[in-house]
């Protein structure tokens, strides 16, 4: 028992320092669903019910900006496509677990929890519970992003917008990957994907966030395969 | 912005959440796929990262010269002898700050 209180506190230690930006994210969210002219409930609605920051950005702005609800709609799910890699990644650590505890514990994915529970998962050799990471890291960055939406809905428009606070969300992911800059080959994989990310920006319904995964990947399995043959 | 549109997005989204984890089996996954995934967050956090730093909020390319490039020059650099998440961020923020005020 004190083993999984123990795992379900790493987790939320784990992922403490990524809540810095979620918590001026979720409140400028809250702040841009007001000022787009969704009522409060809506705005809120979109963090319980989708619970995936970036992609609730775009589905406001594109609704408030005239887009039908089907392309609203595609854009979320082409932008959190990327969870179907971060469950392929994670399913070999969750396969013991019984259907309606996978069912449950895969609400709580994201890009931090993937990024802390991934390490951990692959570091720590833990051999039952290890799921209380996820669980930890993900119900803390839960609380968080619910909190700090309805903080923002109260505060509607009064974070002024010249403090930038947009880009803590770049900063937060760089900080993710950060670990990976000492290896040439991730380094490799980096810069296609980036560049490509710039180069297929305008494709409709946001898609460079799906092209670019695939592109990122061919890459790597290329130099995957440069390696073995050396 | 209806409720049901809400709701559809919603069920998208926890369809890619739990698909993979209920239906594929960890041991479908052989080494070189998993060696493949391992590159995923190396590709997926690049293309939100350089959209967001590279461009503006009208999707033009930004100037050398902007705040946000020297911001995460330094994070970058801060980060990579640091180690440390916090500092990463913090560093970022700081210079950015300092060039647009």
Known sequence: ????????????????????????????????????????????ATSLIIFGGASQIVFIQLL??????????????????????YGAVLT?????????????????ITD??????????????????????????????????????????LLGSIVPEEWGLKFAIPLTFLAIIINEFRKLDHVLVMLISGISSLIFFDVP???????????????????IKIKDSQ | MSWLSIIIAGLITYFTRFSMITFVN???????????????????????????????????????????????LAAIIIGYFSKNIIATIISGLIVYWIFIF
């Open chain 1, 205 to 223: 319904f946001k898609a460079y966030i799906i092209i670019t995964p695939f592109i990122g990947l061919f890459s790597a399995l290329i130099i």
């Open chain 2, 26 to 72: 960890g041991k479908m996954l052989n080494r070189k796929i998993r060696l493949v995934l391992s590159y995923v967050p190396s590709t997926v956090f690049p293309a939100i990262i350089f959209p967001a730093v590279f461009f503006n909020d009208y999707g033009n390319l930004v100037e050398a010269s902007d705040p946000k490039i020297f911001g995460i």
């Open chain 1, 1 to 44: 028992m004190s083993s999984k209180l123990s795992i379900f506190k790493t987790g939320s230690i784990d992922i403490a320092p990524l809540l810095i930006p979620v918590i001026p994210f979720g409140i400028i969210f809250g702040a841009i669903g007001i000022e787009l002219g969704f009522s409060p409930l809506m705005t809120y």
């Open chain 1, 112 to 153: 931090q929890t993937f990024a802390v529970s991934n390490k951990f998962f692959k570091s720590q050799n833990v051999k039952n519970n290890k799921h209380y990471h996820l669980l930890g890291a993900g119900i803390t960055l839960w609380t968080t992003w619910q909190v700090t939406t309805i903080i923002g809905i």
């Open chain 1, 92 to 108: 070999e650590y969750l396969e013991k677990l019984s259907l309606v505890k996978k069912l449950l514990i895969s609400y709580l």
């Open chain 1, 64 to 85: 408030s900006g005239g887009a039908s609800s089907l392309v609203a709609i595609t854009s979320v799910g082409v932008i959190n496509s990327r969870h179907f890699l």
